[in-house]
């Protein structure tokens, strides 16, 4: 779904317009980005939590040539969903994941053949 | 700093900045969640427009062991919440290390003068093993049982190979870094061996300073060699010196008059001496006026030193009154010197009267002869 589908769907969902849900979807991701790029982090009660992640330096070893590379640190932005959220993901959504999930059935039936 | 916006506190600064009520703020987010979610559970990808893309990834089973009791147990499989972050918000949150890109390190350089840097990838490789990204936890039980010994030497054989991502990391900042141009740039200062460089910098220092060195050595040696063969020492020390060296008596025809007053000349008498009424000349122009006396000058020899400021033809000014007269003065020392305008500097000559040639300085004639005389001793030279 892209962002164009969610707003409309978000906007039926609100009875609102579509731009005014636009203009705040922009307007909160906006503060969200600020927010972490102030280093904190945005709790969304029974969704999840939004903080920035430091990834320190490493050394990686490219596959092709095997060379060594020194990897810099960064800052990437992490999604830990809450824990409703990954109750709902875990009990709700298996009718609607095993029609379209191969591997989540052969994960189930290596799970029952043992 | 390291503080955590809650939904309350972000409904109040979204209405404060739409305008909205803070009630109307509130539900909206939490709308926004639920229908977020919704899509989720349904497997669906979600993109959100500067802020990522959420979707459902499938987990497969998996052996691990309980913490509390030490049992295996076996993990099902589940799905979990896989967020992508948008490009401008991982760009707006890495600008402080954007200026950083990935190198080649040297192969020389071995891996205990890396400090702590090799280890650091550890977390990632075992990180996917939680369904959320709790790394130390895994790397606990991954390495607590002897039963997963070969499992856990596994994963560490198959690190480099970052098959598995953790589930929050950006798929394509790995990717890009992996395929990124290990080229050196100028801007990475904090990556590079600081070892190297700092002796890299050194050496160049080292090597200016000793150039700087080597051409100030280089003018001071070219100036010393122009000092003493270029520019000649004062005119009156140099021929007071060389005066002093030399016998007298044997080289009475090179030696100025007025030095040795008591010299006798073959066909002079004693009588005849310049000196014997106590007028030593002190300069040449005396000594000029003394030539132009009269029959007594004819058999009298002067001398005279080219100086710096004094050529041939200023004696032949000063001598003879006609400064074109200077090719007999050449003449009669041609032994003894080259070409007339490299005479060098305290070179003595010797002034010949002019009645020895049978000229005259107040004859046109004569001066005209002096000319082509003179335009002949310049051509000897003429190549």
Redesign the interface.
């Known amino acids: 779904m892209d962002h164009k589908s969610f707003i409309a769907l978000l906007s039926d969902r609100l009875g609102m317009d579509v731009n005014e849900v636009s203009a705040l979807t922009d307007t909160f991701t906006d503060i969200l980005q600020k927010t972490m790029c102030n280093a904190d982090a945005v709790v969304l009660t029974n969704f999840g939590t939004f903080e920035p992640r430091y990834r320190a330096e490493r050394i990686t070893v490219q596959p092709s040539t095997g060379r060594r590379l020194l990897v810099p640190p960064r800052v990437t932005a992490a999604f830990h969903p809450g824990t409703a959220l990954r109750r709902k993901i875990r009990d709700m959504a298996l009718s609607a994941m095993l029609k379209n999930s191969p591997e989540y059935i052969q994960g189930i039936d290596t799970k029952n053949g043992q | 700093?390291?503080?955590?916006?809650?939904?309350l506190g972000?409904a109040t600064?979204?209405a404060k900045?739409?305008g909205?009520s803070k009630g109307f703020?509130e539900?909206?987010?939490r709308?926004?969640?639920?229908?977020?979610?919704l899509?989720?559970?349904?497997?669906?990808?979600?993109?959100?427009?500067?802020?990522?893309t959420?979707r459902?990834v499938?987990v497969?089973?998996r052996r691990s062991v309980d913490v509390s009791s030490g049992d295996n147990i076996?993990i099902?499989?589940?799905?979990?919440?896989s967020?992508t972050?948008a490009k401008?918000?991982?760009r707006?949150?890495?600008?402080?290390?954007s200026s950083?890109?990935?190198?080649?390190?040297p192969?020389d350089v071995p891996a205990e003068s890396?400090g702590e840097?090799?280890p650091?990838?550890e977390p990632?490789a075992g990180q996917e093993a939680d369904?959320?990204?709790h790394p130390d936890k895994t790397a606990v039980i991954n390495t607590a049982t002897p039963s997963d010994k070969p499992e856990s030497s596994e994963a560490q054989s198959s690190k480099?190979?970052?098959k598995h991502r953790p589930a929050?990391?950006?798929t394509t900042?790995v990717s890009g870094?992996?395929d990124a141009d290990?080229a050196p740039r100028a801007t990475d200062t904090?990556?590079t061996d600081p070892g190297p460089k700092a002796s890299g910098r050194g050496d160049f220092i080292t090597g200016v300073i000793v150039g700087i060195l080597a051409c100030i050595l280089t003018a001071s040696i070219i100036l010393l060699i122009e000092c003493f063969f270029l520019i000649p020492p004062v005119q009156e020390h140099r021929h007071r010196i060389d005066l002093d060296k030399i016998d007298p008596s044997e080289h009475w025809d090179d030696l100025p008059a007025w030095r040795y007053p008591d010299r006798t000349y073959p066909d002079d008498p004693p009588s005849n001496k310049s000196n014997e009424e106590g007028d030593l000349p002190k300069t040449p122009s005396d000594t000029v006026a003394a030539a132009q006396d009269g029959a007594k000058d004819k058999e009298k020899v002067i001398m005279d030193t080219i100086t710096l400021s004094r050529f041939l033809t200023t004696m032949a000014k000063d001598h003879y009154g006609n400064f074109n007269l200077w090719p007999y003065i050449y003449e009669e020392n041609s032994a003894k010197l080259g070409h007339p305008d490299r005479i060098r500097p305290g070179t003595p000559v010797v002034i010949p009267p002019l009645s020895k040639y049978g000229v005259s300085a107040d004859n046109p004639e004569d001066i005209k002869k002096a000319k082509t005389k003179g335009a002949a001793i310049y051509a000897r030279y003429r190549r």
């Open positions: 700093m390291d503080s955590k916006l809650t939904l972000l600064r979204l900045e739409s909205q703020c539900n909206f987010l709308e926004f969640c639920n229908t977020l979610s899509k989720i559970m349904e497997g669906e990808a979600v993109r959100v427009k500067h802020l990522g959420f459902a499938p497969q089973p076996e099902a499989a589940h799905y979990k919440v967020f972050p401008d918000l991982a707006a949150l890495n600008a402080p290390f950083f890109q990935t190198m080649p390190l192969d890396l840097a090799e650091k990838g990632d369904t959320d990204s480099p190979k970052t929050c990391a950006p900042t870094i992996l290990p904090l990556h």
